[in-house]
């Protein structure tokens, strides 16, 4: 689960979008700081405000999956490394979890991940074009738990809209989460998408490809819940 961000001192700015993320100076090991100097120029992307070539960005046409706010990339790597016919891009705005991902990519031999360290609504938005994305994944995002702060939870309204727009048809946004108040909030919210398709009744079972984290064995452990969902994008 990712730790709840501590609260900021001052209100967003009123021009300014609420972000779902607060950036913070984590620590990072010589491991981490070699691979961001020695492997970022060839894994990570720079931000663009159009799409890029992505079939020359992998060297071949696949399906695409985008992953939002990969934390430090443990399940990001595993999915990829299980599934060689599918190319991943990564989306963190985290340092060390960056550098994380791509000393994983590095030690795993992984060809099919990329990486864009930016807000992930500005990439959606801007980098992937409608209708181009086999699937979304968005796992234990930070769940806001105070109620002056639920406004900056990613998964809202118009976020949803955004990520169904960008999905194929049959694409599949698979979020989790282990805070049952924002389980409830997400099945709310994608629910009344009319482009996506429950395909669950309700909350699904986690599924084989999403690997178990630390953090959801320990949870679990201790009787805490995880609530996965998946949602279809209709045919149009």
């Known amino acids: 689960m990712q730790a709840p961000s501590p609260e900021t001192p001052n209100a967003p700015h009123p021009h300014r979008p609420v972000r779902s993320y607060v950036l913070r100076a984590g620590r990072m090991g010589t491991g981490q700081q070699r691979a961001l100097a020695e492997l970022a ?36 790597a595993a999915i990829a490394a299980a599934h060689p016919g599918v190319d991943f891009i990564g989306v963190e705005v985290h340092v060390p979890g960056v550098g994380a991902l791509l000393q994983r990519i590095d030690e795993m031999g992984l060809r099919n991940l990329r990486i864009v360290q930016h807000d992930a609504v500005q990439v959606l938005t801007q980098m992937v074009a409608p209708a181009s994305l086999a699937g979304l994944n968005l796992f234990f995002p930070d769940p806001w738990p105070k109620k002056r702060h639920h406004k ?25 989460t282990d805070w049952q108040d924002y389980a409830d909030h997400m099945l709310a919210v994608l629910q009344a998408e009319p482009l996506l398709a429950n395909r669950a009744d309700g909350f699904a079972p986690r599924p084989a ?26 045919e149009t």
């Open 152 to 176: 900056r939870r990613i998964l809202q309204p118009d976020w949803v809209a955004l990520v169904a727009s960008r999905l194929a048809a049959g694409g599949v946004l698979h979020a989790a």
């Open 41 to 76: 120029p060839h894994w990570v992307l720079p931000f663009t405000e159009t799409p890029p070539d992505w079939d020359a960005v992998f060297g071949r046409r696949a399906p695409r999956v985008m992953e939002v706010g990969f934390g430090m990339g443990l399940a990001t």
């Open 209 to 234: 490809h999403r690997p178990e984290t630390k953090f959801e064995a320990r949870g679990l452990k201790l009787g805490h819940g995880v609530w996965d969902l998946l949602f279809t994008r209709r």
